[in-house]
Each structure stands twice: as structure tokens, then as C-alpha cells.
């Protein structure tokens, strides 16, 4: 059993709490409501947000098959790298676009995630 997988699935489960308590209220209520965008972008957004929602439930369950199953290291190393990933474009976006303390909590996540991936894989 691998401590350091199930800690990063469990770090990924946090990031989805995060991502549905903070991203439900504060960013996809306010989108609909918009008058500024249009149907269409107000879908396409509103289906990348359970996309990404998604994602980060098959990167847990991932993390936790790895954590018991040595064949499943494949989904171990998807996790690891697609963590790493969303680490890598949250810092960028916080570079970019200075938002410090709204992507701030998805850097600290990913960032956490690829380590304990790292770590597990390491082992």
C-alpha cells in the first residue's frame, strides 16, 4: 500500500471540494447570470467547469487504484503529470493575469499533488 498515493488522492478530493464550494458559488452563478456573455459561451464554460470537476475525480480514483494495485501505476504516473500540469498553468495564470488569492489555492493543491505523486512514485 502506498501512503504517498492515497495522500495525493486525497489532496485531489480536496481540490474538488474546493473547486465546487468556490468555483459553484463564487465564479459559475455570477458567469450565468452575466448579461455579457453570450448562450453559447455561457454553456461552453459551464461544461469545461464539470469537465475539470471530472477530471480531478479520475485523477483521485486513479491515485487510490495505484495506491493498492502495483498494474495500475500507469494511472499513478497520468496523475502525477497531469497535477504537475495544472500546477504549471495555474502559476502562469497568476503570473499573468495577477490573481494572486483567487488561483492561489489551485497552485498550492496541484503543487502538493505532483509532489506526493512524485514521492509515491519514487517509493
Known amino acids: 500500500m502506498n501512503t504517498y498515493f492515497i495522500v495525493a488522492g486525497s489532496l485531489v478530493i480536496g481540490t474538488v471540494l474546493v ?9 459559475v452563478a455570477p458567469m450565468l447570470a ?5 448562450d453559447t459561451v455561457k454553456t461552453v464554460l459551464y461544461g469545461c467547469w464539470h469537465a475539470f470537476t471530472l477530471l480531478y475525480l479520475a485523477v483521485a480514483v486513479g491515485f487510490y ?18 497535477s504537475a500540469l495544472l500546477a504549471i498553468i495555474s502559476a502562469t495564470v497568476i503570473i499573468r493575469f ?11 493543491m496541484f503543487s502538493l499533488v505532483a509532489g506526493a505523486g512524485m514521492m509515491g512514485l519514487a517509493e
Open 19 to 27: 473547486h465546487c464550494i468556490r468555483g459553484g458559488r463564487h465564479v
Open 34 to 38: 452575466t448579461t455579457e456573455l453570450n
Open 65 to 82: 487504484w495505484a495506491a493498492g494495485d502495483a498494474s495500475a501505476l500507469s494511472l499513478a504516473y497520468l496523475g502525477t503529470g497531469a
Open 98 to 108: 495577477k490573481q494572486r488569492f483567487l488561483r492561489l489555492p489551485h497552485w498550492l
